[in-house]
T-cell receptor, first 113, second 112 residues
Framework: DTAVSQTPKYLVTQMGNDKSIKCEQN?????MYWYKQDSKKFLKIMFS???????INETVPNRFSPKSPDKAHLNLHINSLELGDSAVYFC????????????FGPGTRLTVT | SQQGEEDPQALSIQEGENATMNCSYK?????LQWYRQNSGRGLVHLIL?????REKHSGRLRVTLDTSKKSSSLLITASRAADTASYFC????????????FGAGTQVVVTP
């Protein structure tokens, strides 16, 4: 069974479109994260939810809106996509209080044309 | 700004050799973690070392931490072709709600 899964794996879309990426974890963790990895492989945290509550919100354009319907799911919606949004987006989960070891999904490669 | 910075950026070795990579960071930490990323895949947690620990082992991995120098090293002994991947260090602060700050990674290529 996949611990952290993301859909879709690849997403190709045009500038100006709106798209969503979904993430689910079956590890029973209480905290989930979204990261963006750029073309130089630099990984930067975007958001984190703990028990459906937003706890980390880095300096991210408000075109990006995370939503956590329950502890096991964290989705990322992106409005008005721009070329600079092209990257690989990773979802991760962890159990707070356990030294923050995180489990990552396989990533969603977003290409904006 | 980037918290962890790995050195070297890339490393090419032959099977059986040891691979050493370093990570430097800027602020005080609760723990430091190392992750591996195979091409086109997500990150996999390798090992965690707490700020009050100096050395930790896991299989062929050895991690050291020097908090006075704000640096850590990851040693992979007797490397295998399957160790080919990018390796990232990540730091966690005790007050950061699980926020990890990653370095840019060291790309390791192990040739048979």
């Amino acid at each position: 069974d996949t611990a952290v899964s993301q859909t879709p794996k690849y997403l190709v879309t045009q500038m100006g479109n709106d798209k969503s990426i979904k993430c689910e974890q079956n590890l029973g963790h209480d905290t989930m994260y979204w990261y963006k990895q750029d073309s130089k492989k630099f990984l930067k945290i975007m958001f984190s939810y703990n028990n459906k509550e937003l706890i980390i919100n880095e300096t991210v354009p408000n075109r990006f809106s995370p939503k956590s319907p329950d502890k096991a799911h964290l989705n990322l919606h992106i409005n008005s996509l721009e070329l600079g949004d092209s990257a690989v987006y990773f979802c991760a989960s962890s159990q707070l209080g356990q030294a923050y070891e995180q489990y990552f999904g396989p990533g969603t490669r977003l290409t904006v044309t | 700004s980037q918290q962890g910075e790995e050195d070297p950026q890339a490393l090419s070795i032959q099977e059986g050799e040891n691979a050493t990579m370093n990570c430097s960071y800027k602020t005080s930490i609760n723990n430091l973690q190392w992750y591996r990323q195979n091409s086109g895949r997500g990150l996999v947690h390798l090992i965690l070392i707490r700020s009050n620990e100096r050395e930790k082992h896991s299989g062929r991995l050895r991690v050291t931490l020097d908090t006075s120098k704000k640096s850590s090293s990851l040693l992979i002994t007797a490397s295998r072709a399957a160790d080919t991947a990018s390796y990232f260090c990540a730091t966690a602060r005790g007050d950061s709600w699980g926020k990890l700050q990653f370095g840019a990674g060291t790309q390791v290529v192990v040739t048979p």
